[in-house]
T-cell receptor
Framework: GESVGLHLPTLSVQEGDNSIINCAYS??????FIWYKQESGKGPQFIID?????DKRQGQRVTVLLNKTVKHLSLQIAATQPGDSAVYFCAGRDSGNTGKLIFGQGTTLQVKP | NAGVTQTPKFRVLKTGQSMTLLCAQDMNHEYMYWYRQDPGMGLRLIHYSVGEGTTAKGEVPDGYNVSRLKKQNFLLGLESAAPSQTSVYFCASSGYDYNEQFFGPGTRLTVL
């Protein structure tokens, strides 16, 4: 079956450093990927998305890289801040016209002051 | 716009009791979803709907029922609650032509 997984359950970084959160997926038919941020006690919040016809997409302080050859995507956060501390989920769109997303298990980002 | 709202925010049930969780969205989205989130398990899809009057099973549908009588509302029902259904439940919605899902704040359910 399809799966999306994150490489590390927890990532600890120093404030001001760059963070890289990795994710692997198994379904080569997935054509859309999305990263969510979830703070404690809240619902997931959209960060950035990327379609499979792109290799890179940039937002404000965040960059998503997609490597379709090895079925891997990453989220890079520049100049990590304490407010970035949260759980980060990657998700890939299921094949078919239902909008369903397959979520990974999440990586907890801890930012040390 | 309120986005996606969920009612209630917290609930404690005894085994065998029933309840309904309400999700409402004001973005005129076609698709709506119910997920459960358990520690270390990420988000798992329970049921979803691709339009008013339609529902479909997701990854973990057993023990739950849903209804989408109005486009803006998606109800999740537990007919006979079990301790294994203790979880945080999230509702989400998305438009037809794009795939970003907007999430509600969640409902924390405890079944004793």
């Amino acid at each position: 079956g399809e799966s999306v997984g994150l490489h590390l359950p927890t990532l600890s970084v120093q404030e001001g450093d760059n963070s890289i959160i990795n994710c692997a997926y198994s379904n080569s038919a997935s054509d859309y990927f999305i990263w969510y941020k979830q703070e404690s006690g809240k619902g997931p919040q959209f960060i950035i998305d990327i379609r499979s016809n792109m290799d890179k997409r940039q937002g404000q302080r965040v960059t998503v890289l997609l490597n379709k050859t090895v079925k891997h995507l990453s989220l890079q956060i520049a100049a990590t801040q304490p407010g970035d501390s949260a759980v980060y989920f990657c998700a890939g769109r299921d094949s078919g016209n239902t909008g369903k997303l397959i979520f990974g298990q999440g990586t907890t980002l801890q930012v040390k002051p | 716009n309120a986005g996606v709202t969920q009612t209630p925010k917290f609930r404690v049930l005894k085994t065998g009791q029933s309840m309904t969780l309400l999700c409402a969205q004001d973005m005129n989205h076609e698709y709506m979803y119910w997920y459960r989130q358990d520690p270390g398990m990420g988000l798992r899809l329970i049921h979803y709907s691709v339009g008013e009057g339609t529902t479909a099973k997701g990854e973990v549908p057993d023990g739950y029922n849903v209804s989408r009588l109005k486009k803006q509302n998606f109800l999740l029902g537990l007919e006979s609650a079990a301790p294994s259904q203790t979880s945080v439940y999230f509702c989400a919605s998305s438009g037809y032509d794009y795939n970003e899902q907007f999430f509600g704040p969640g409902t924390r359910l405890t079944v004793l």
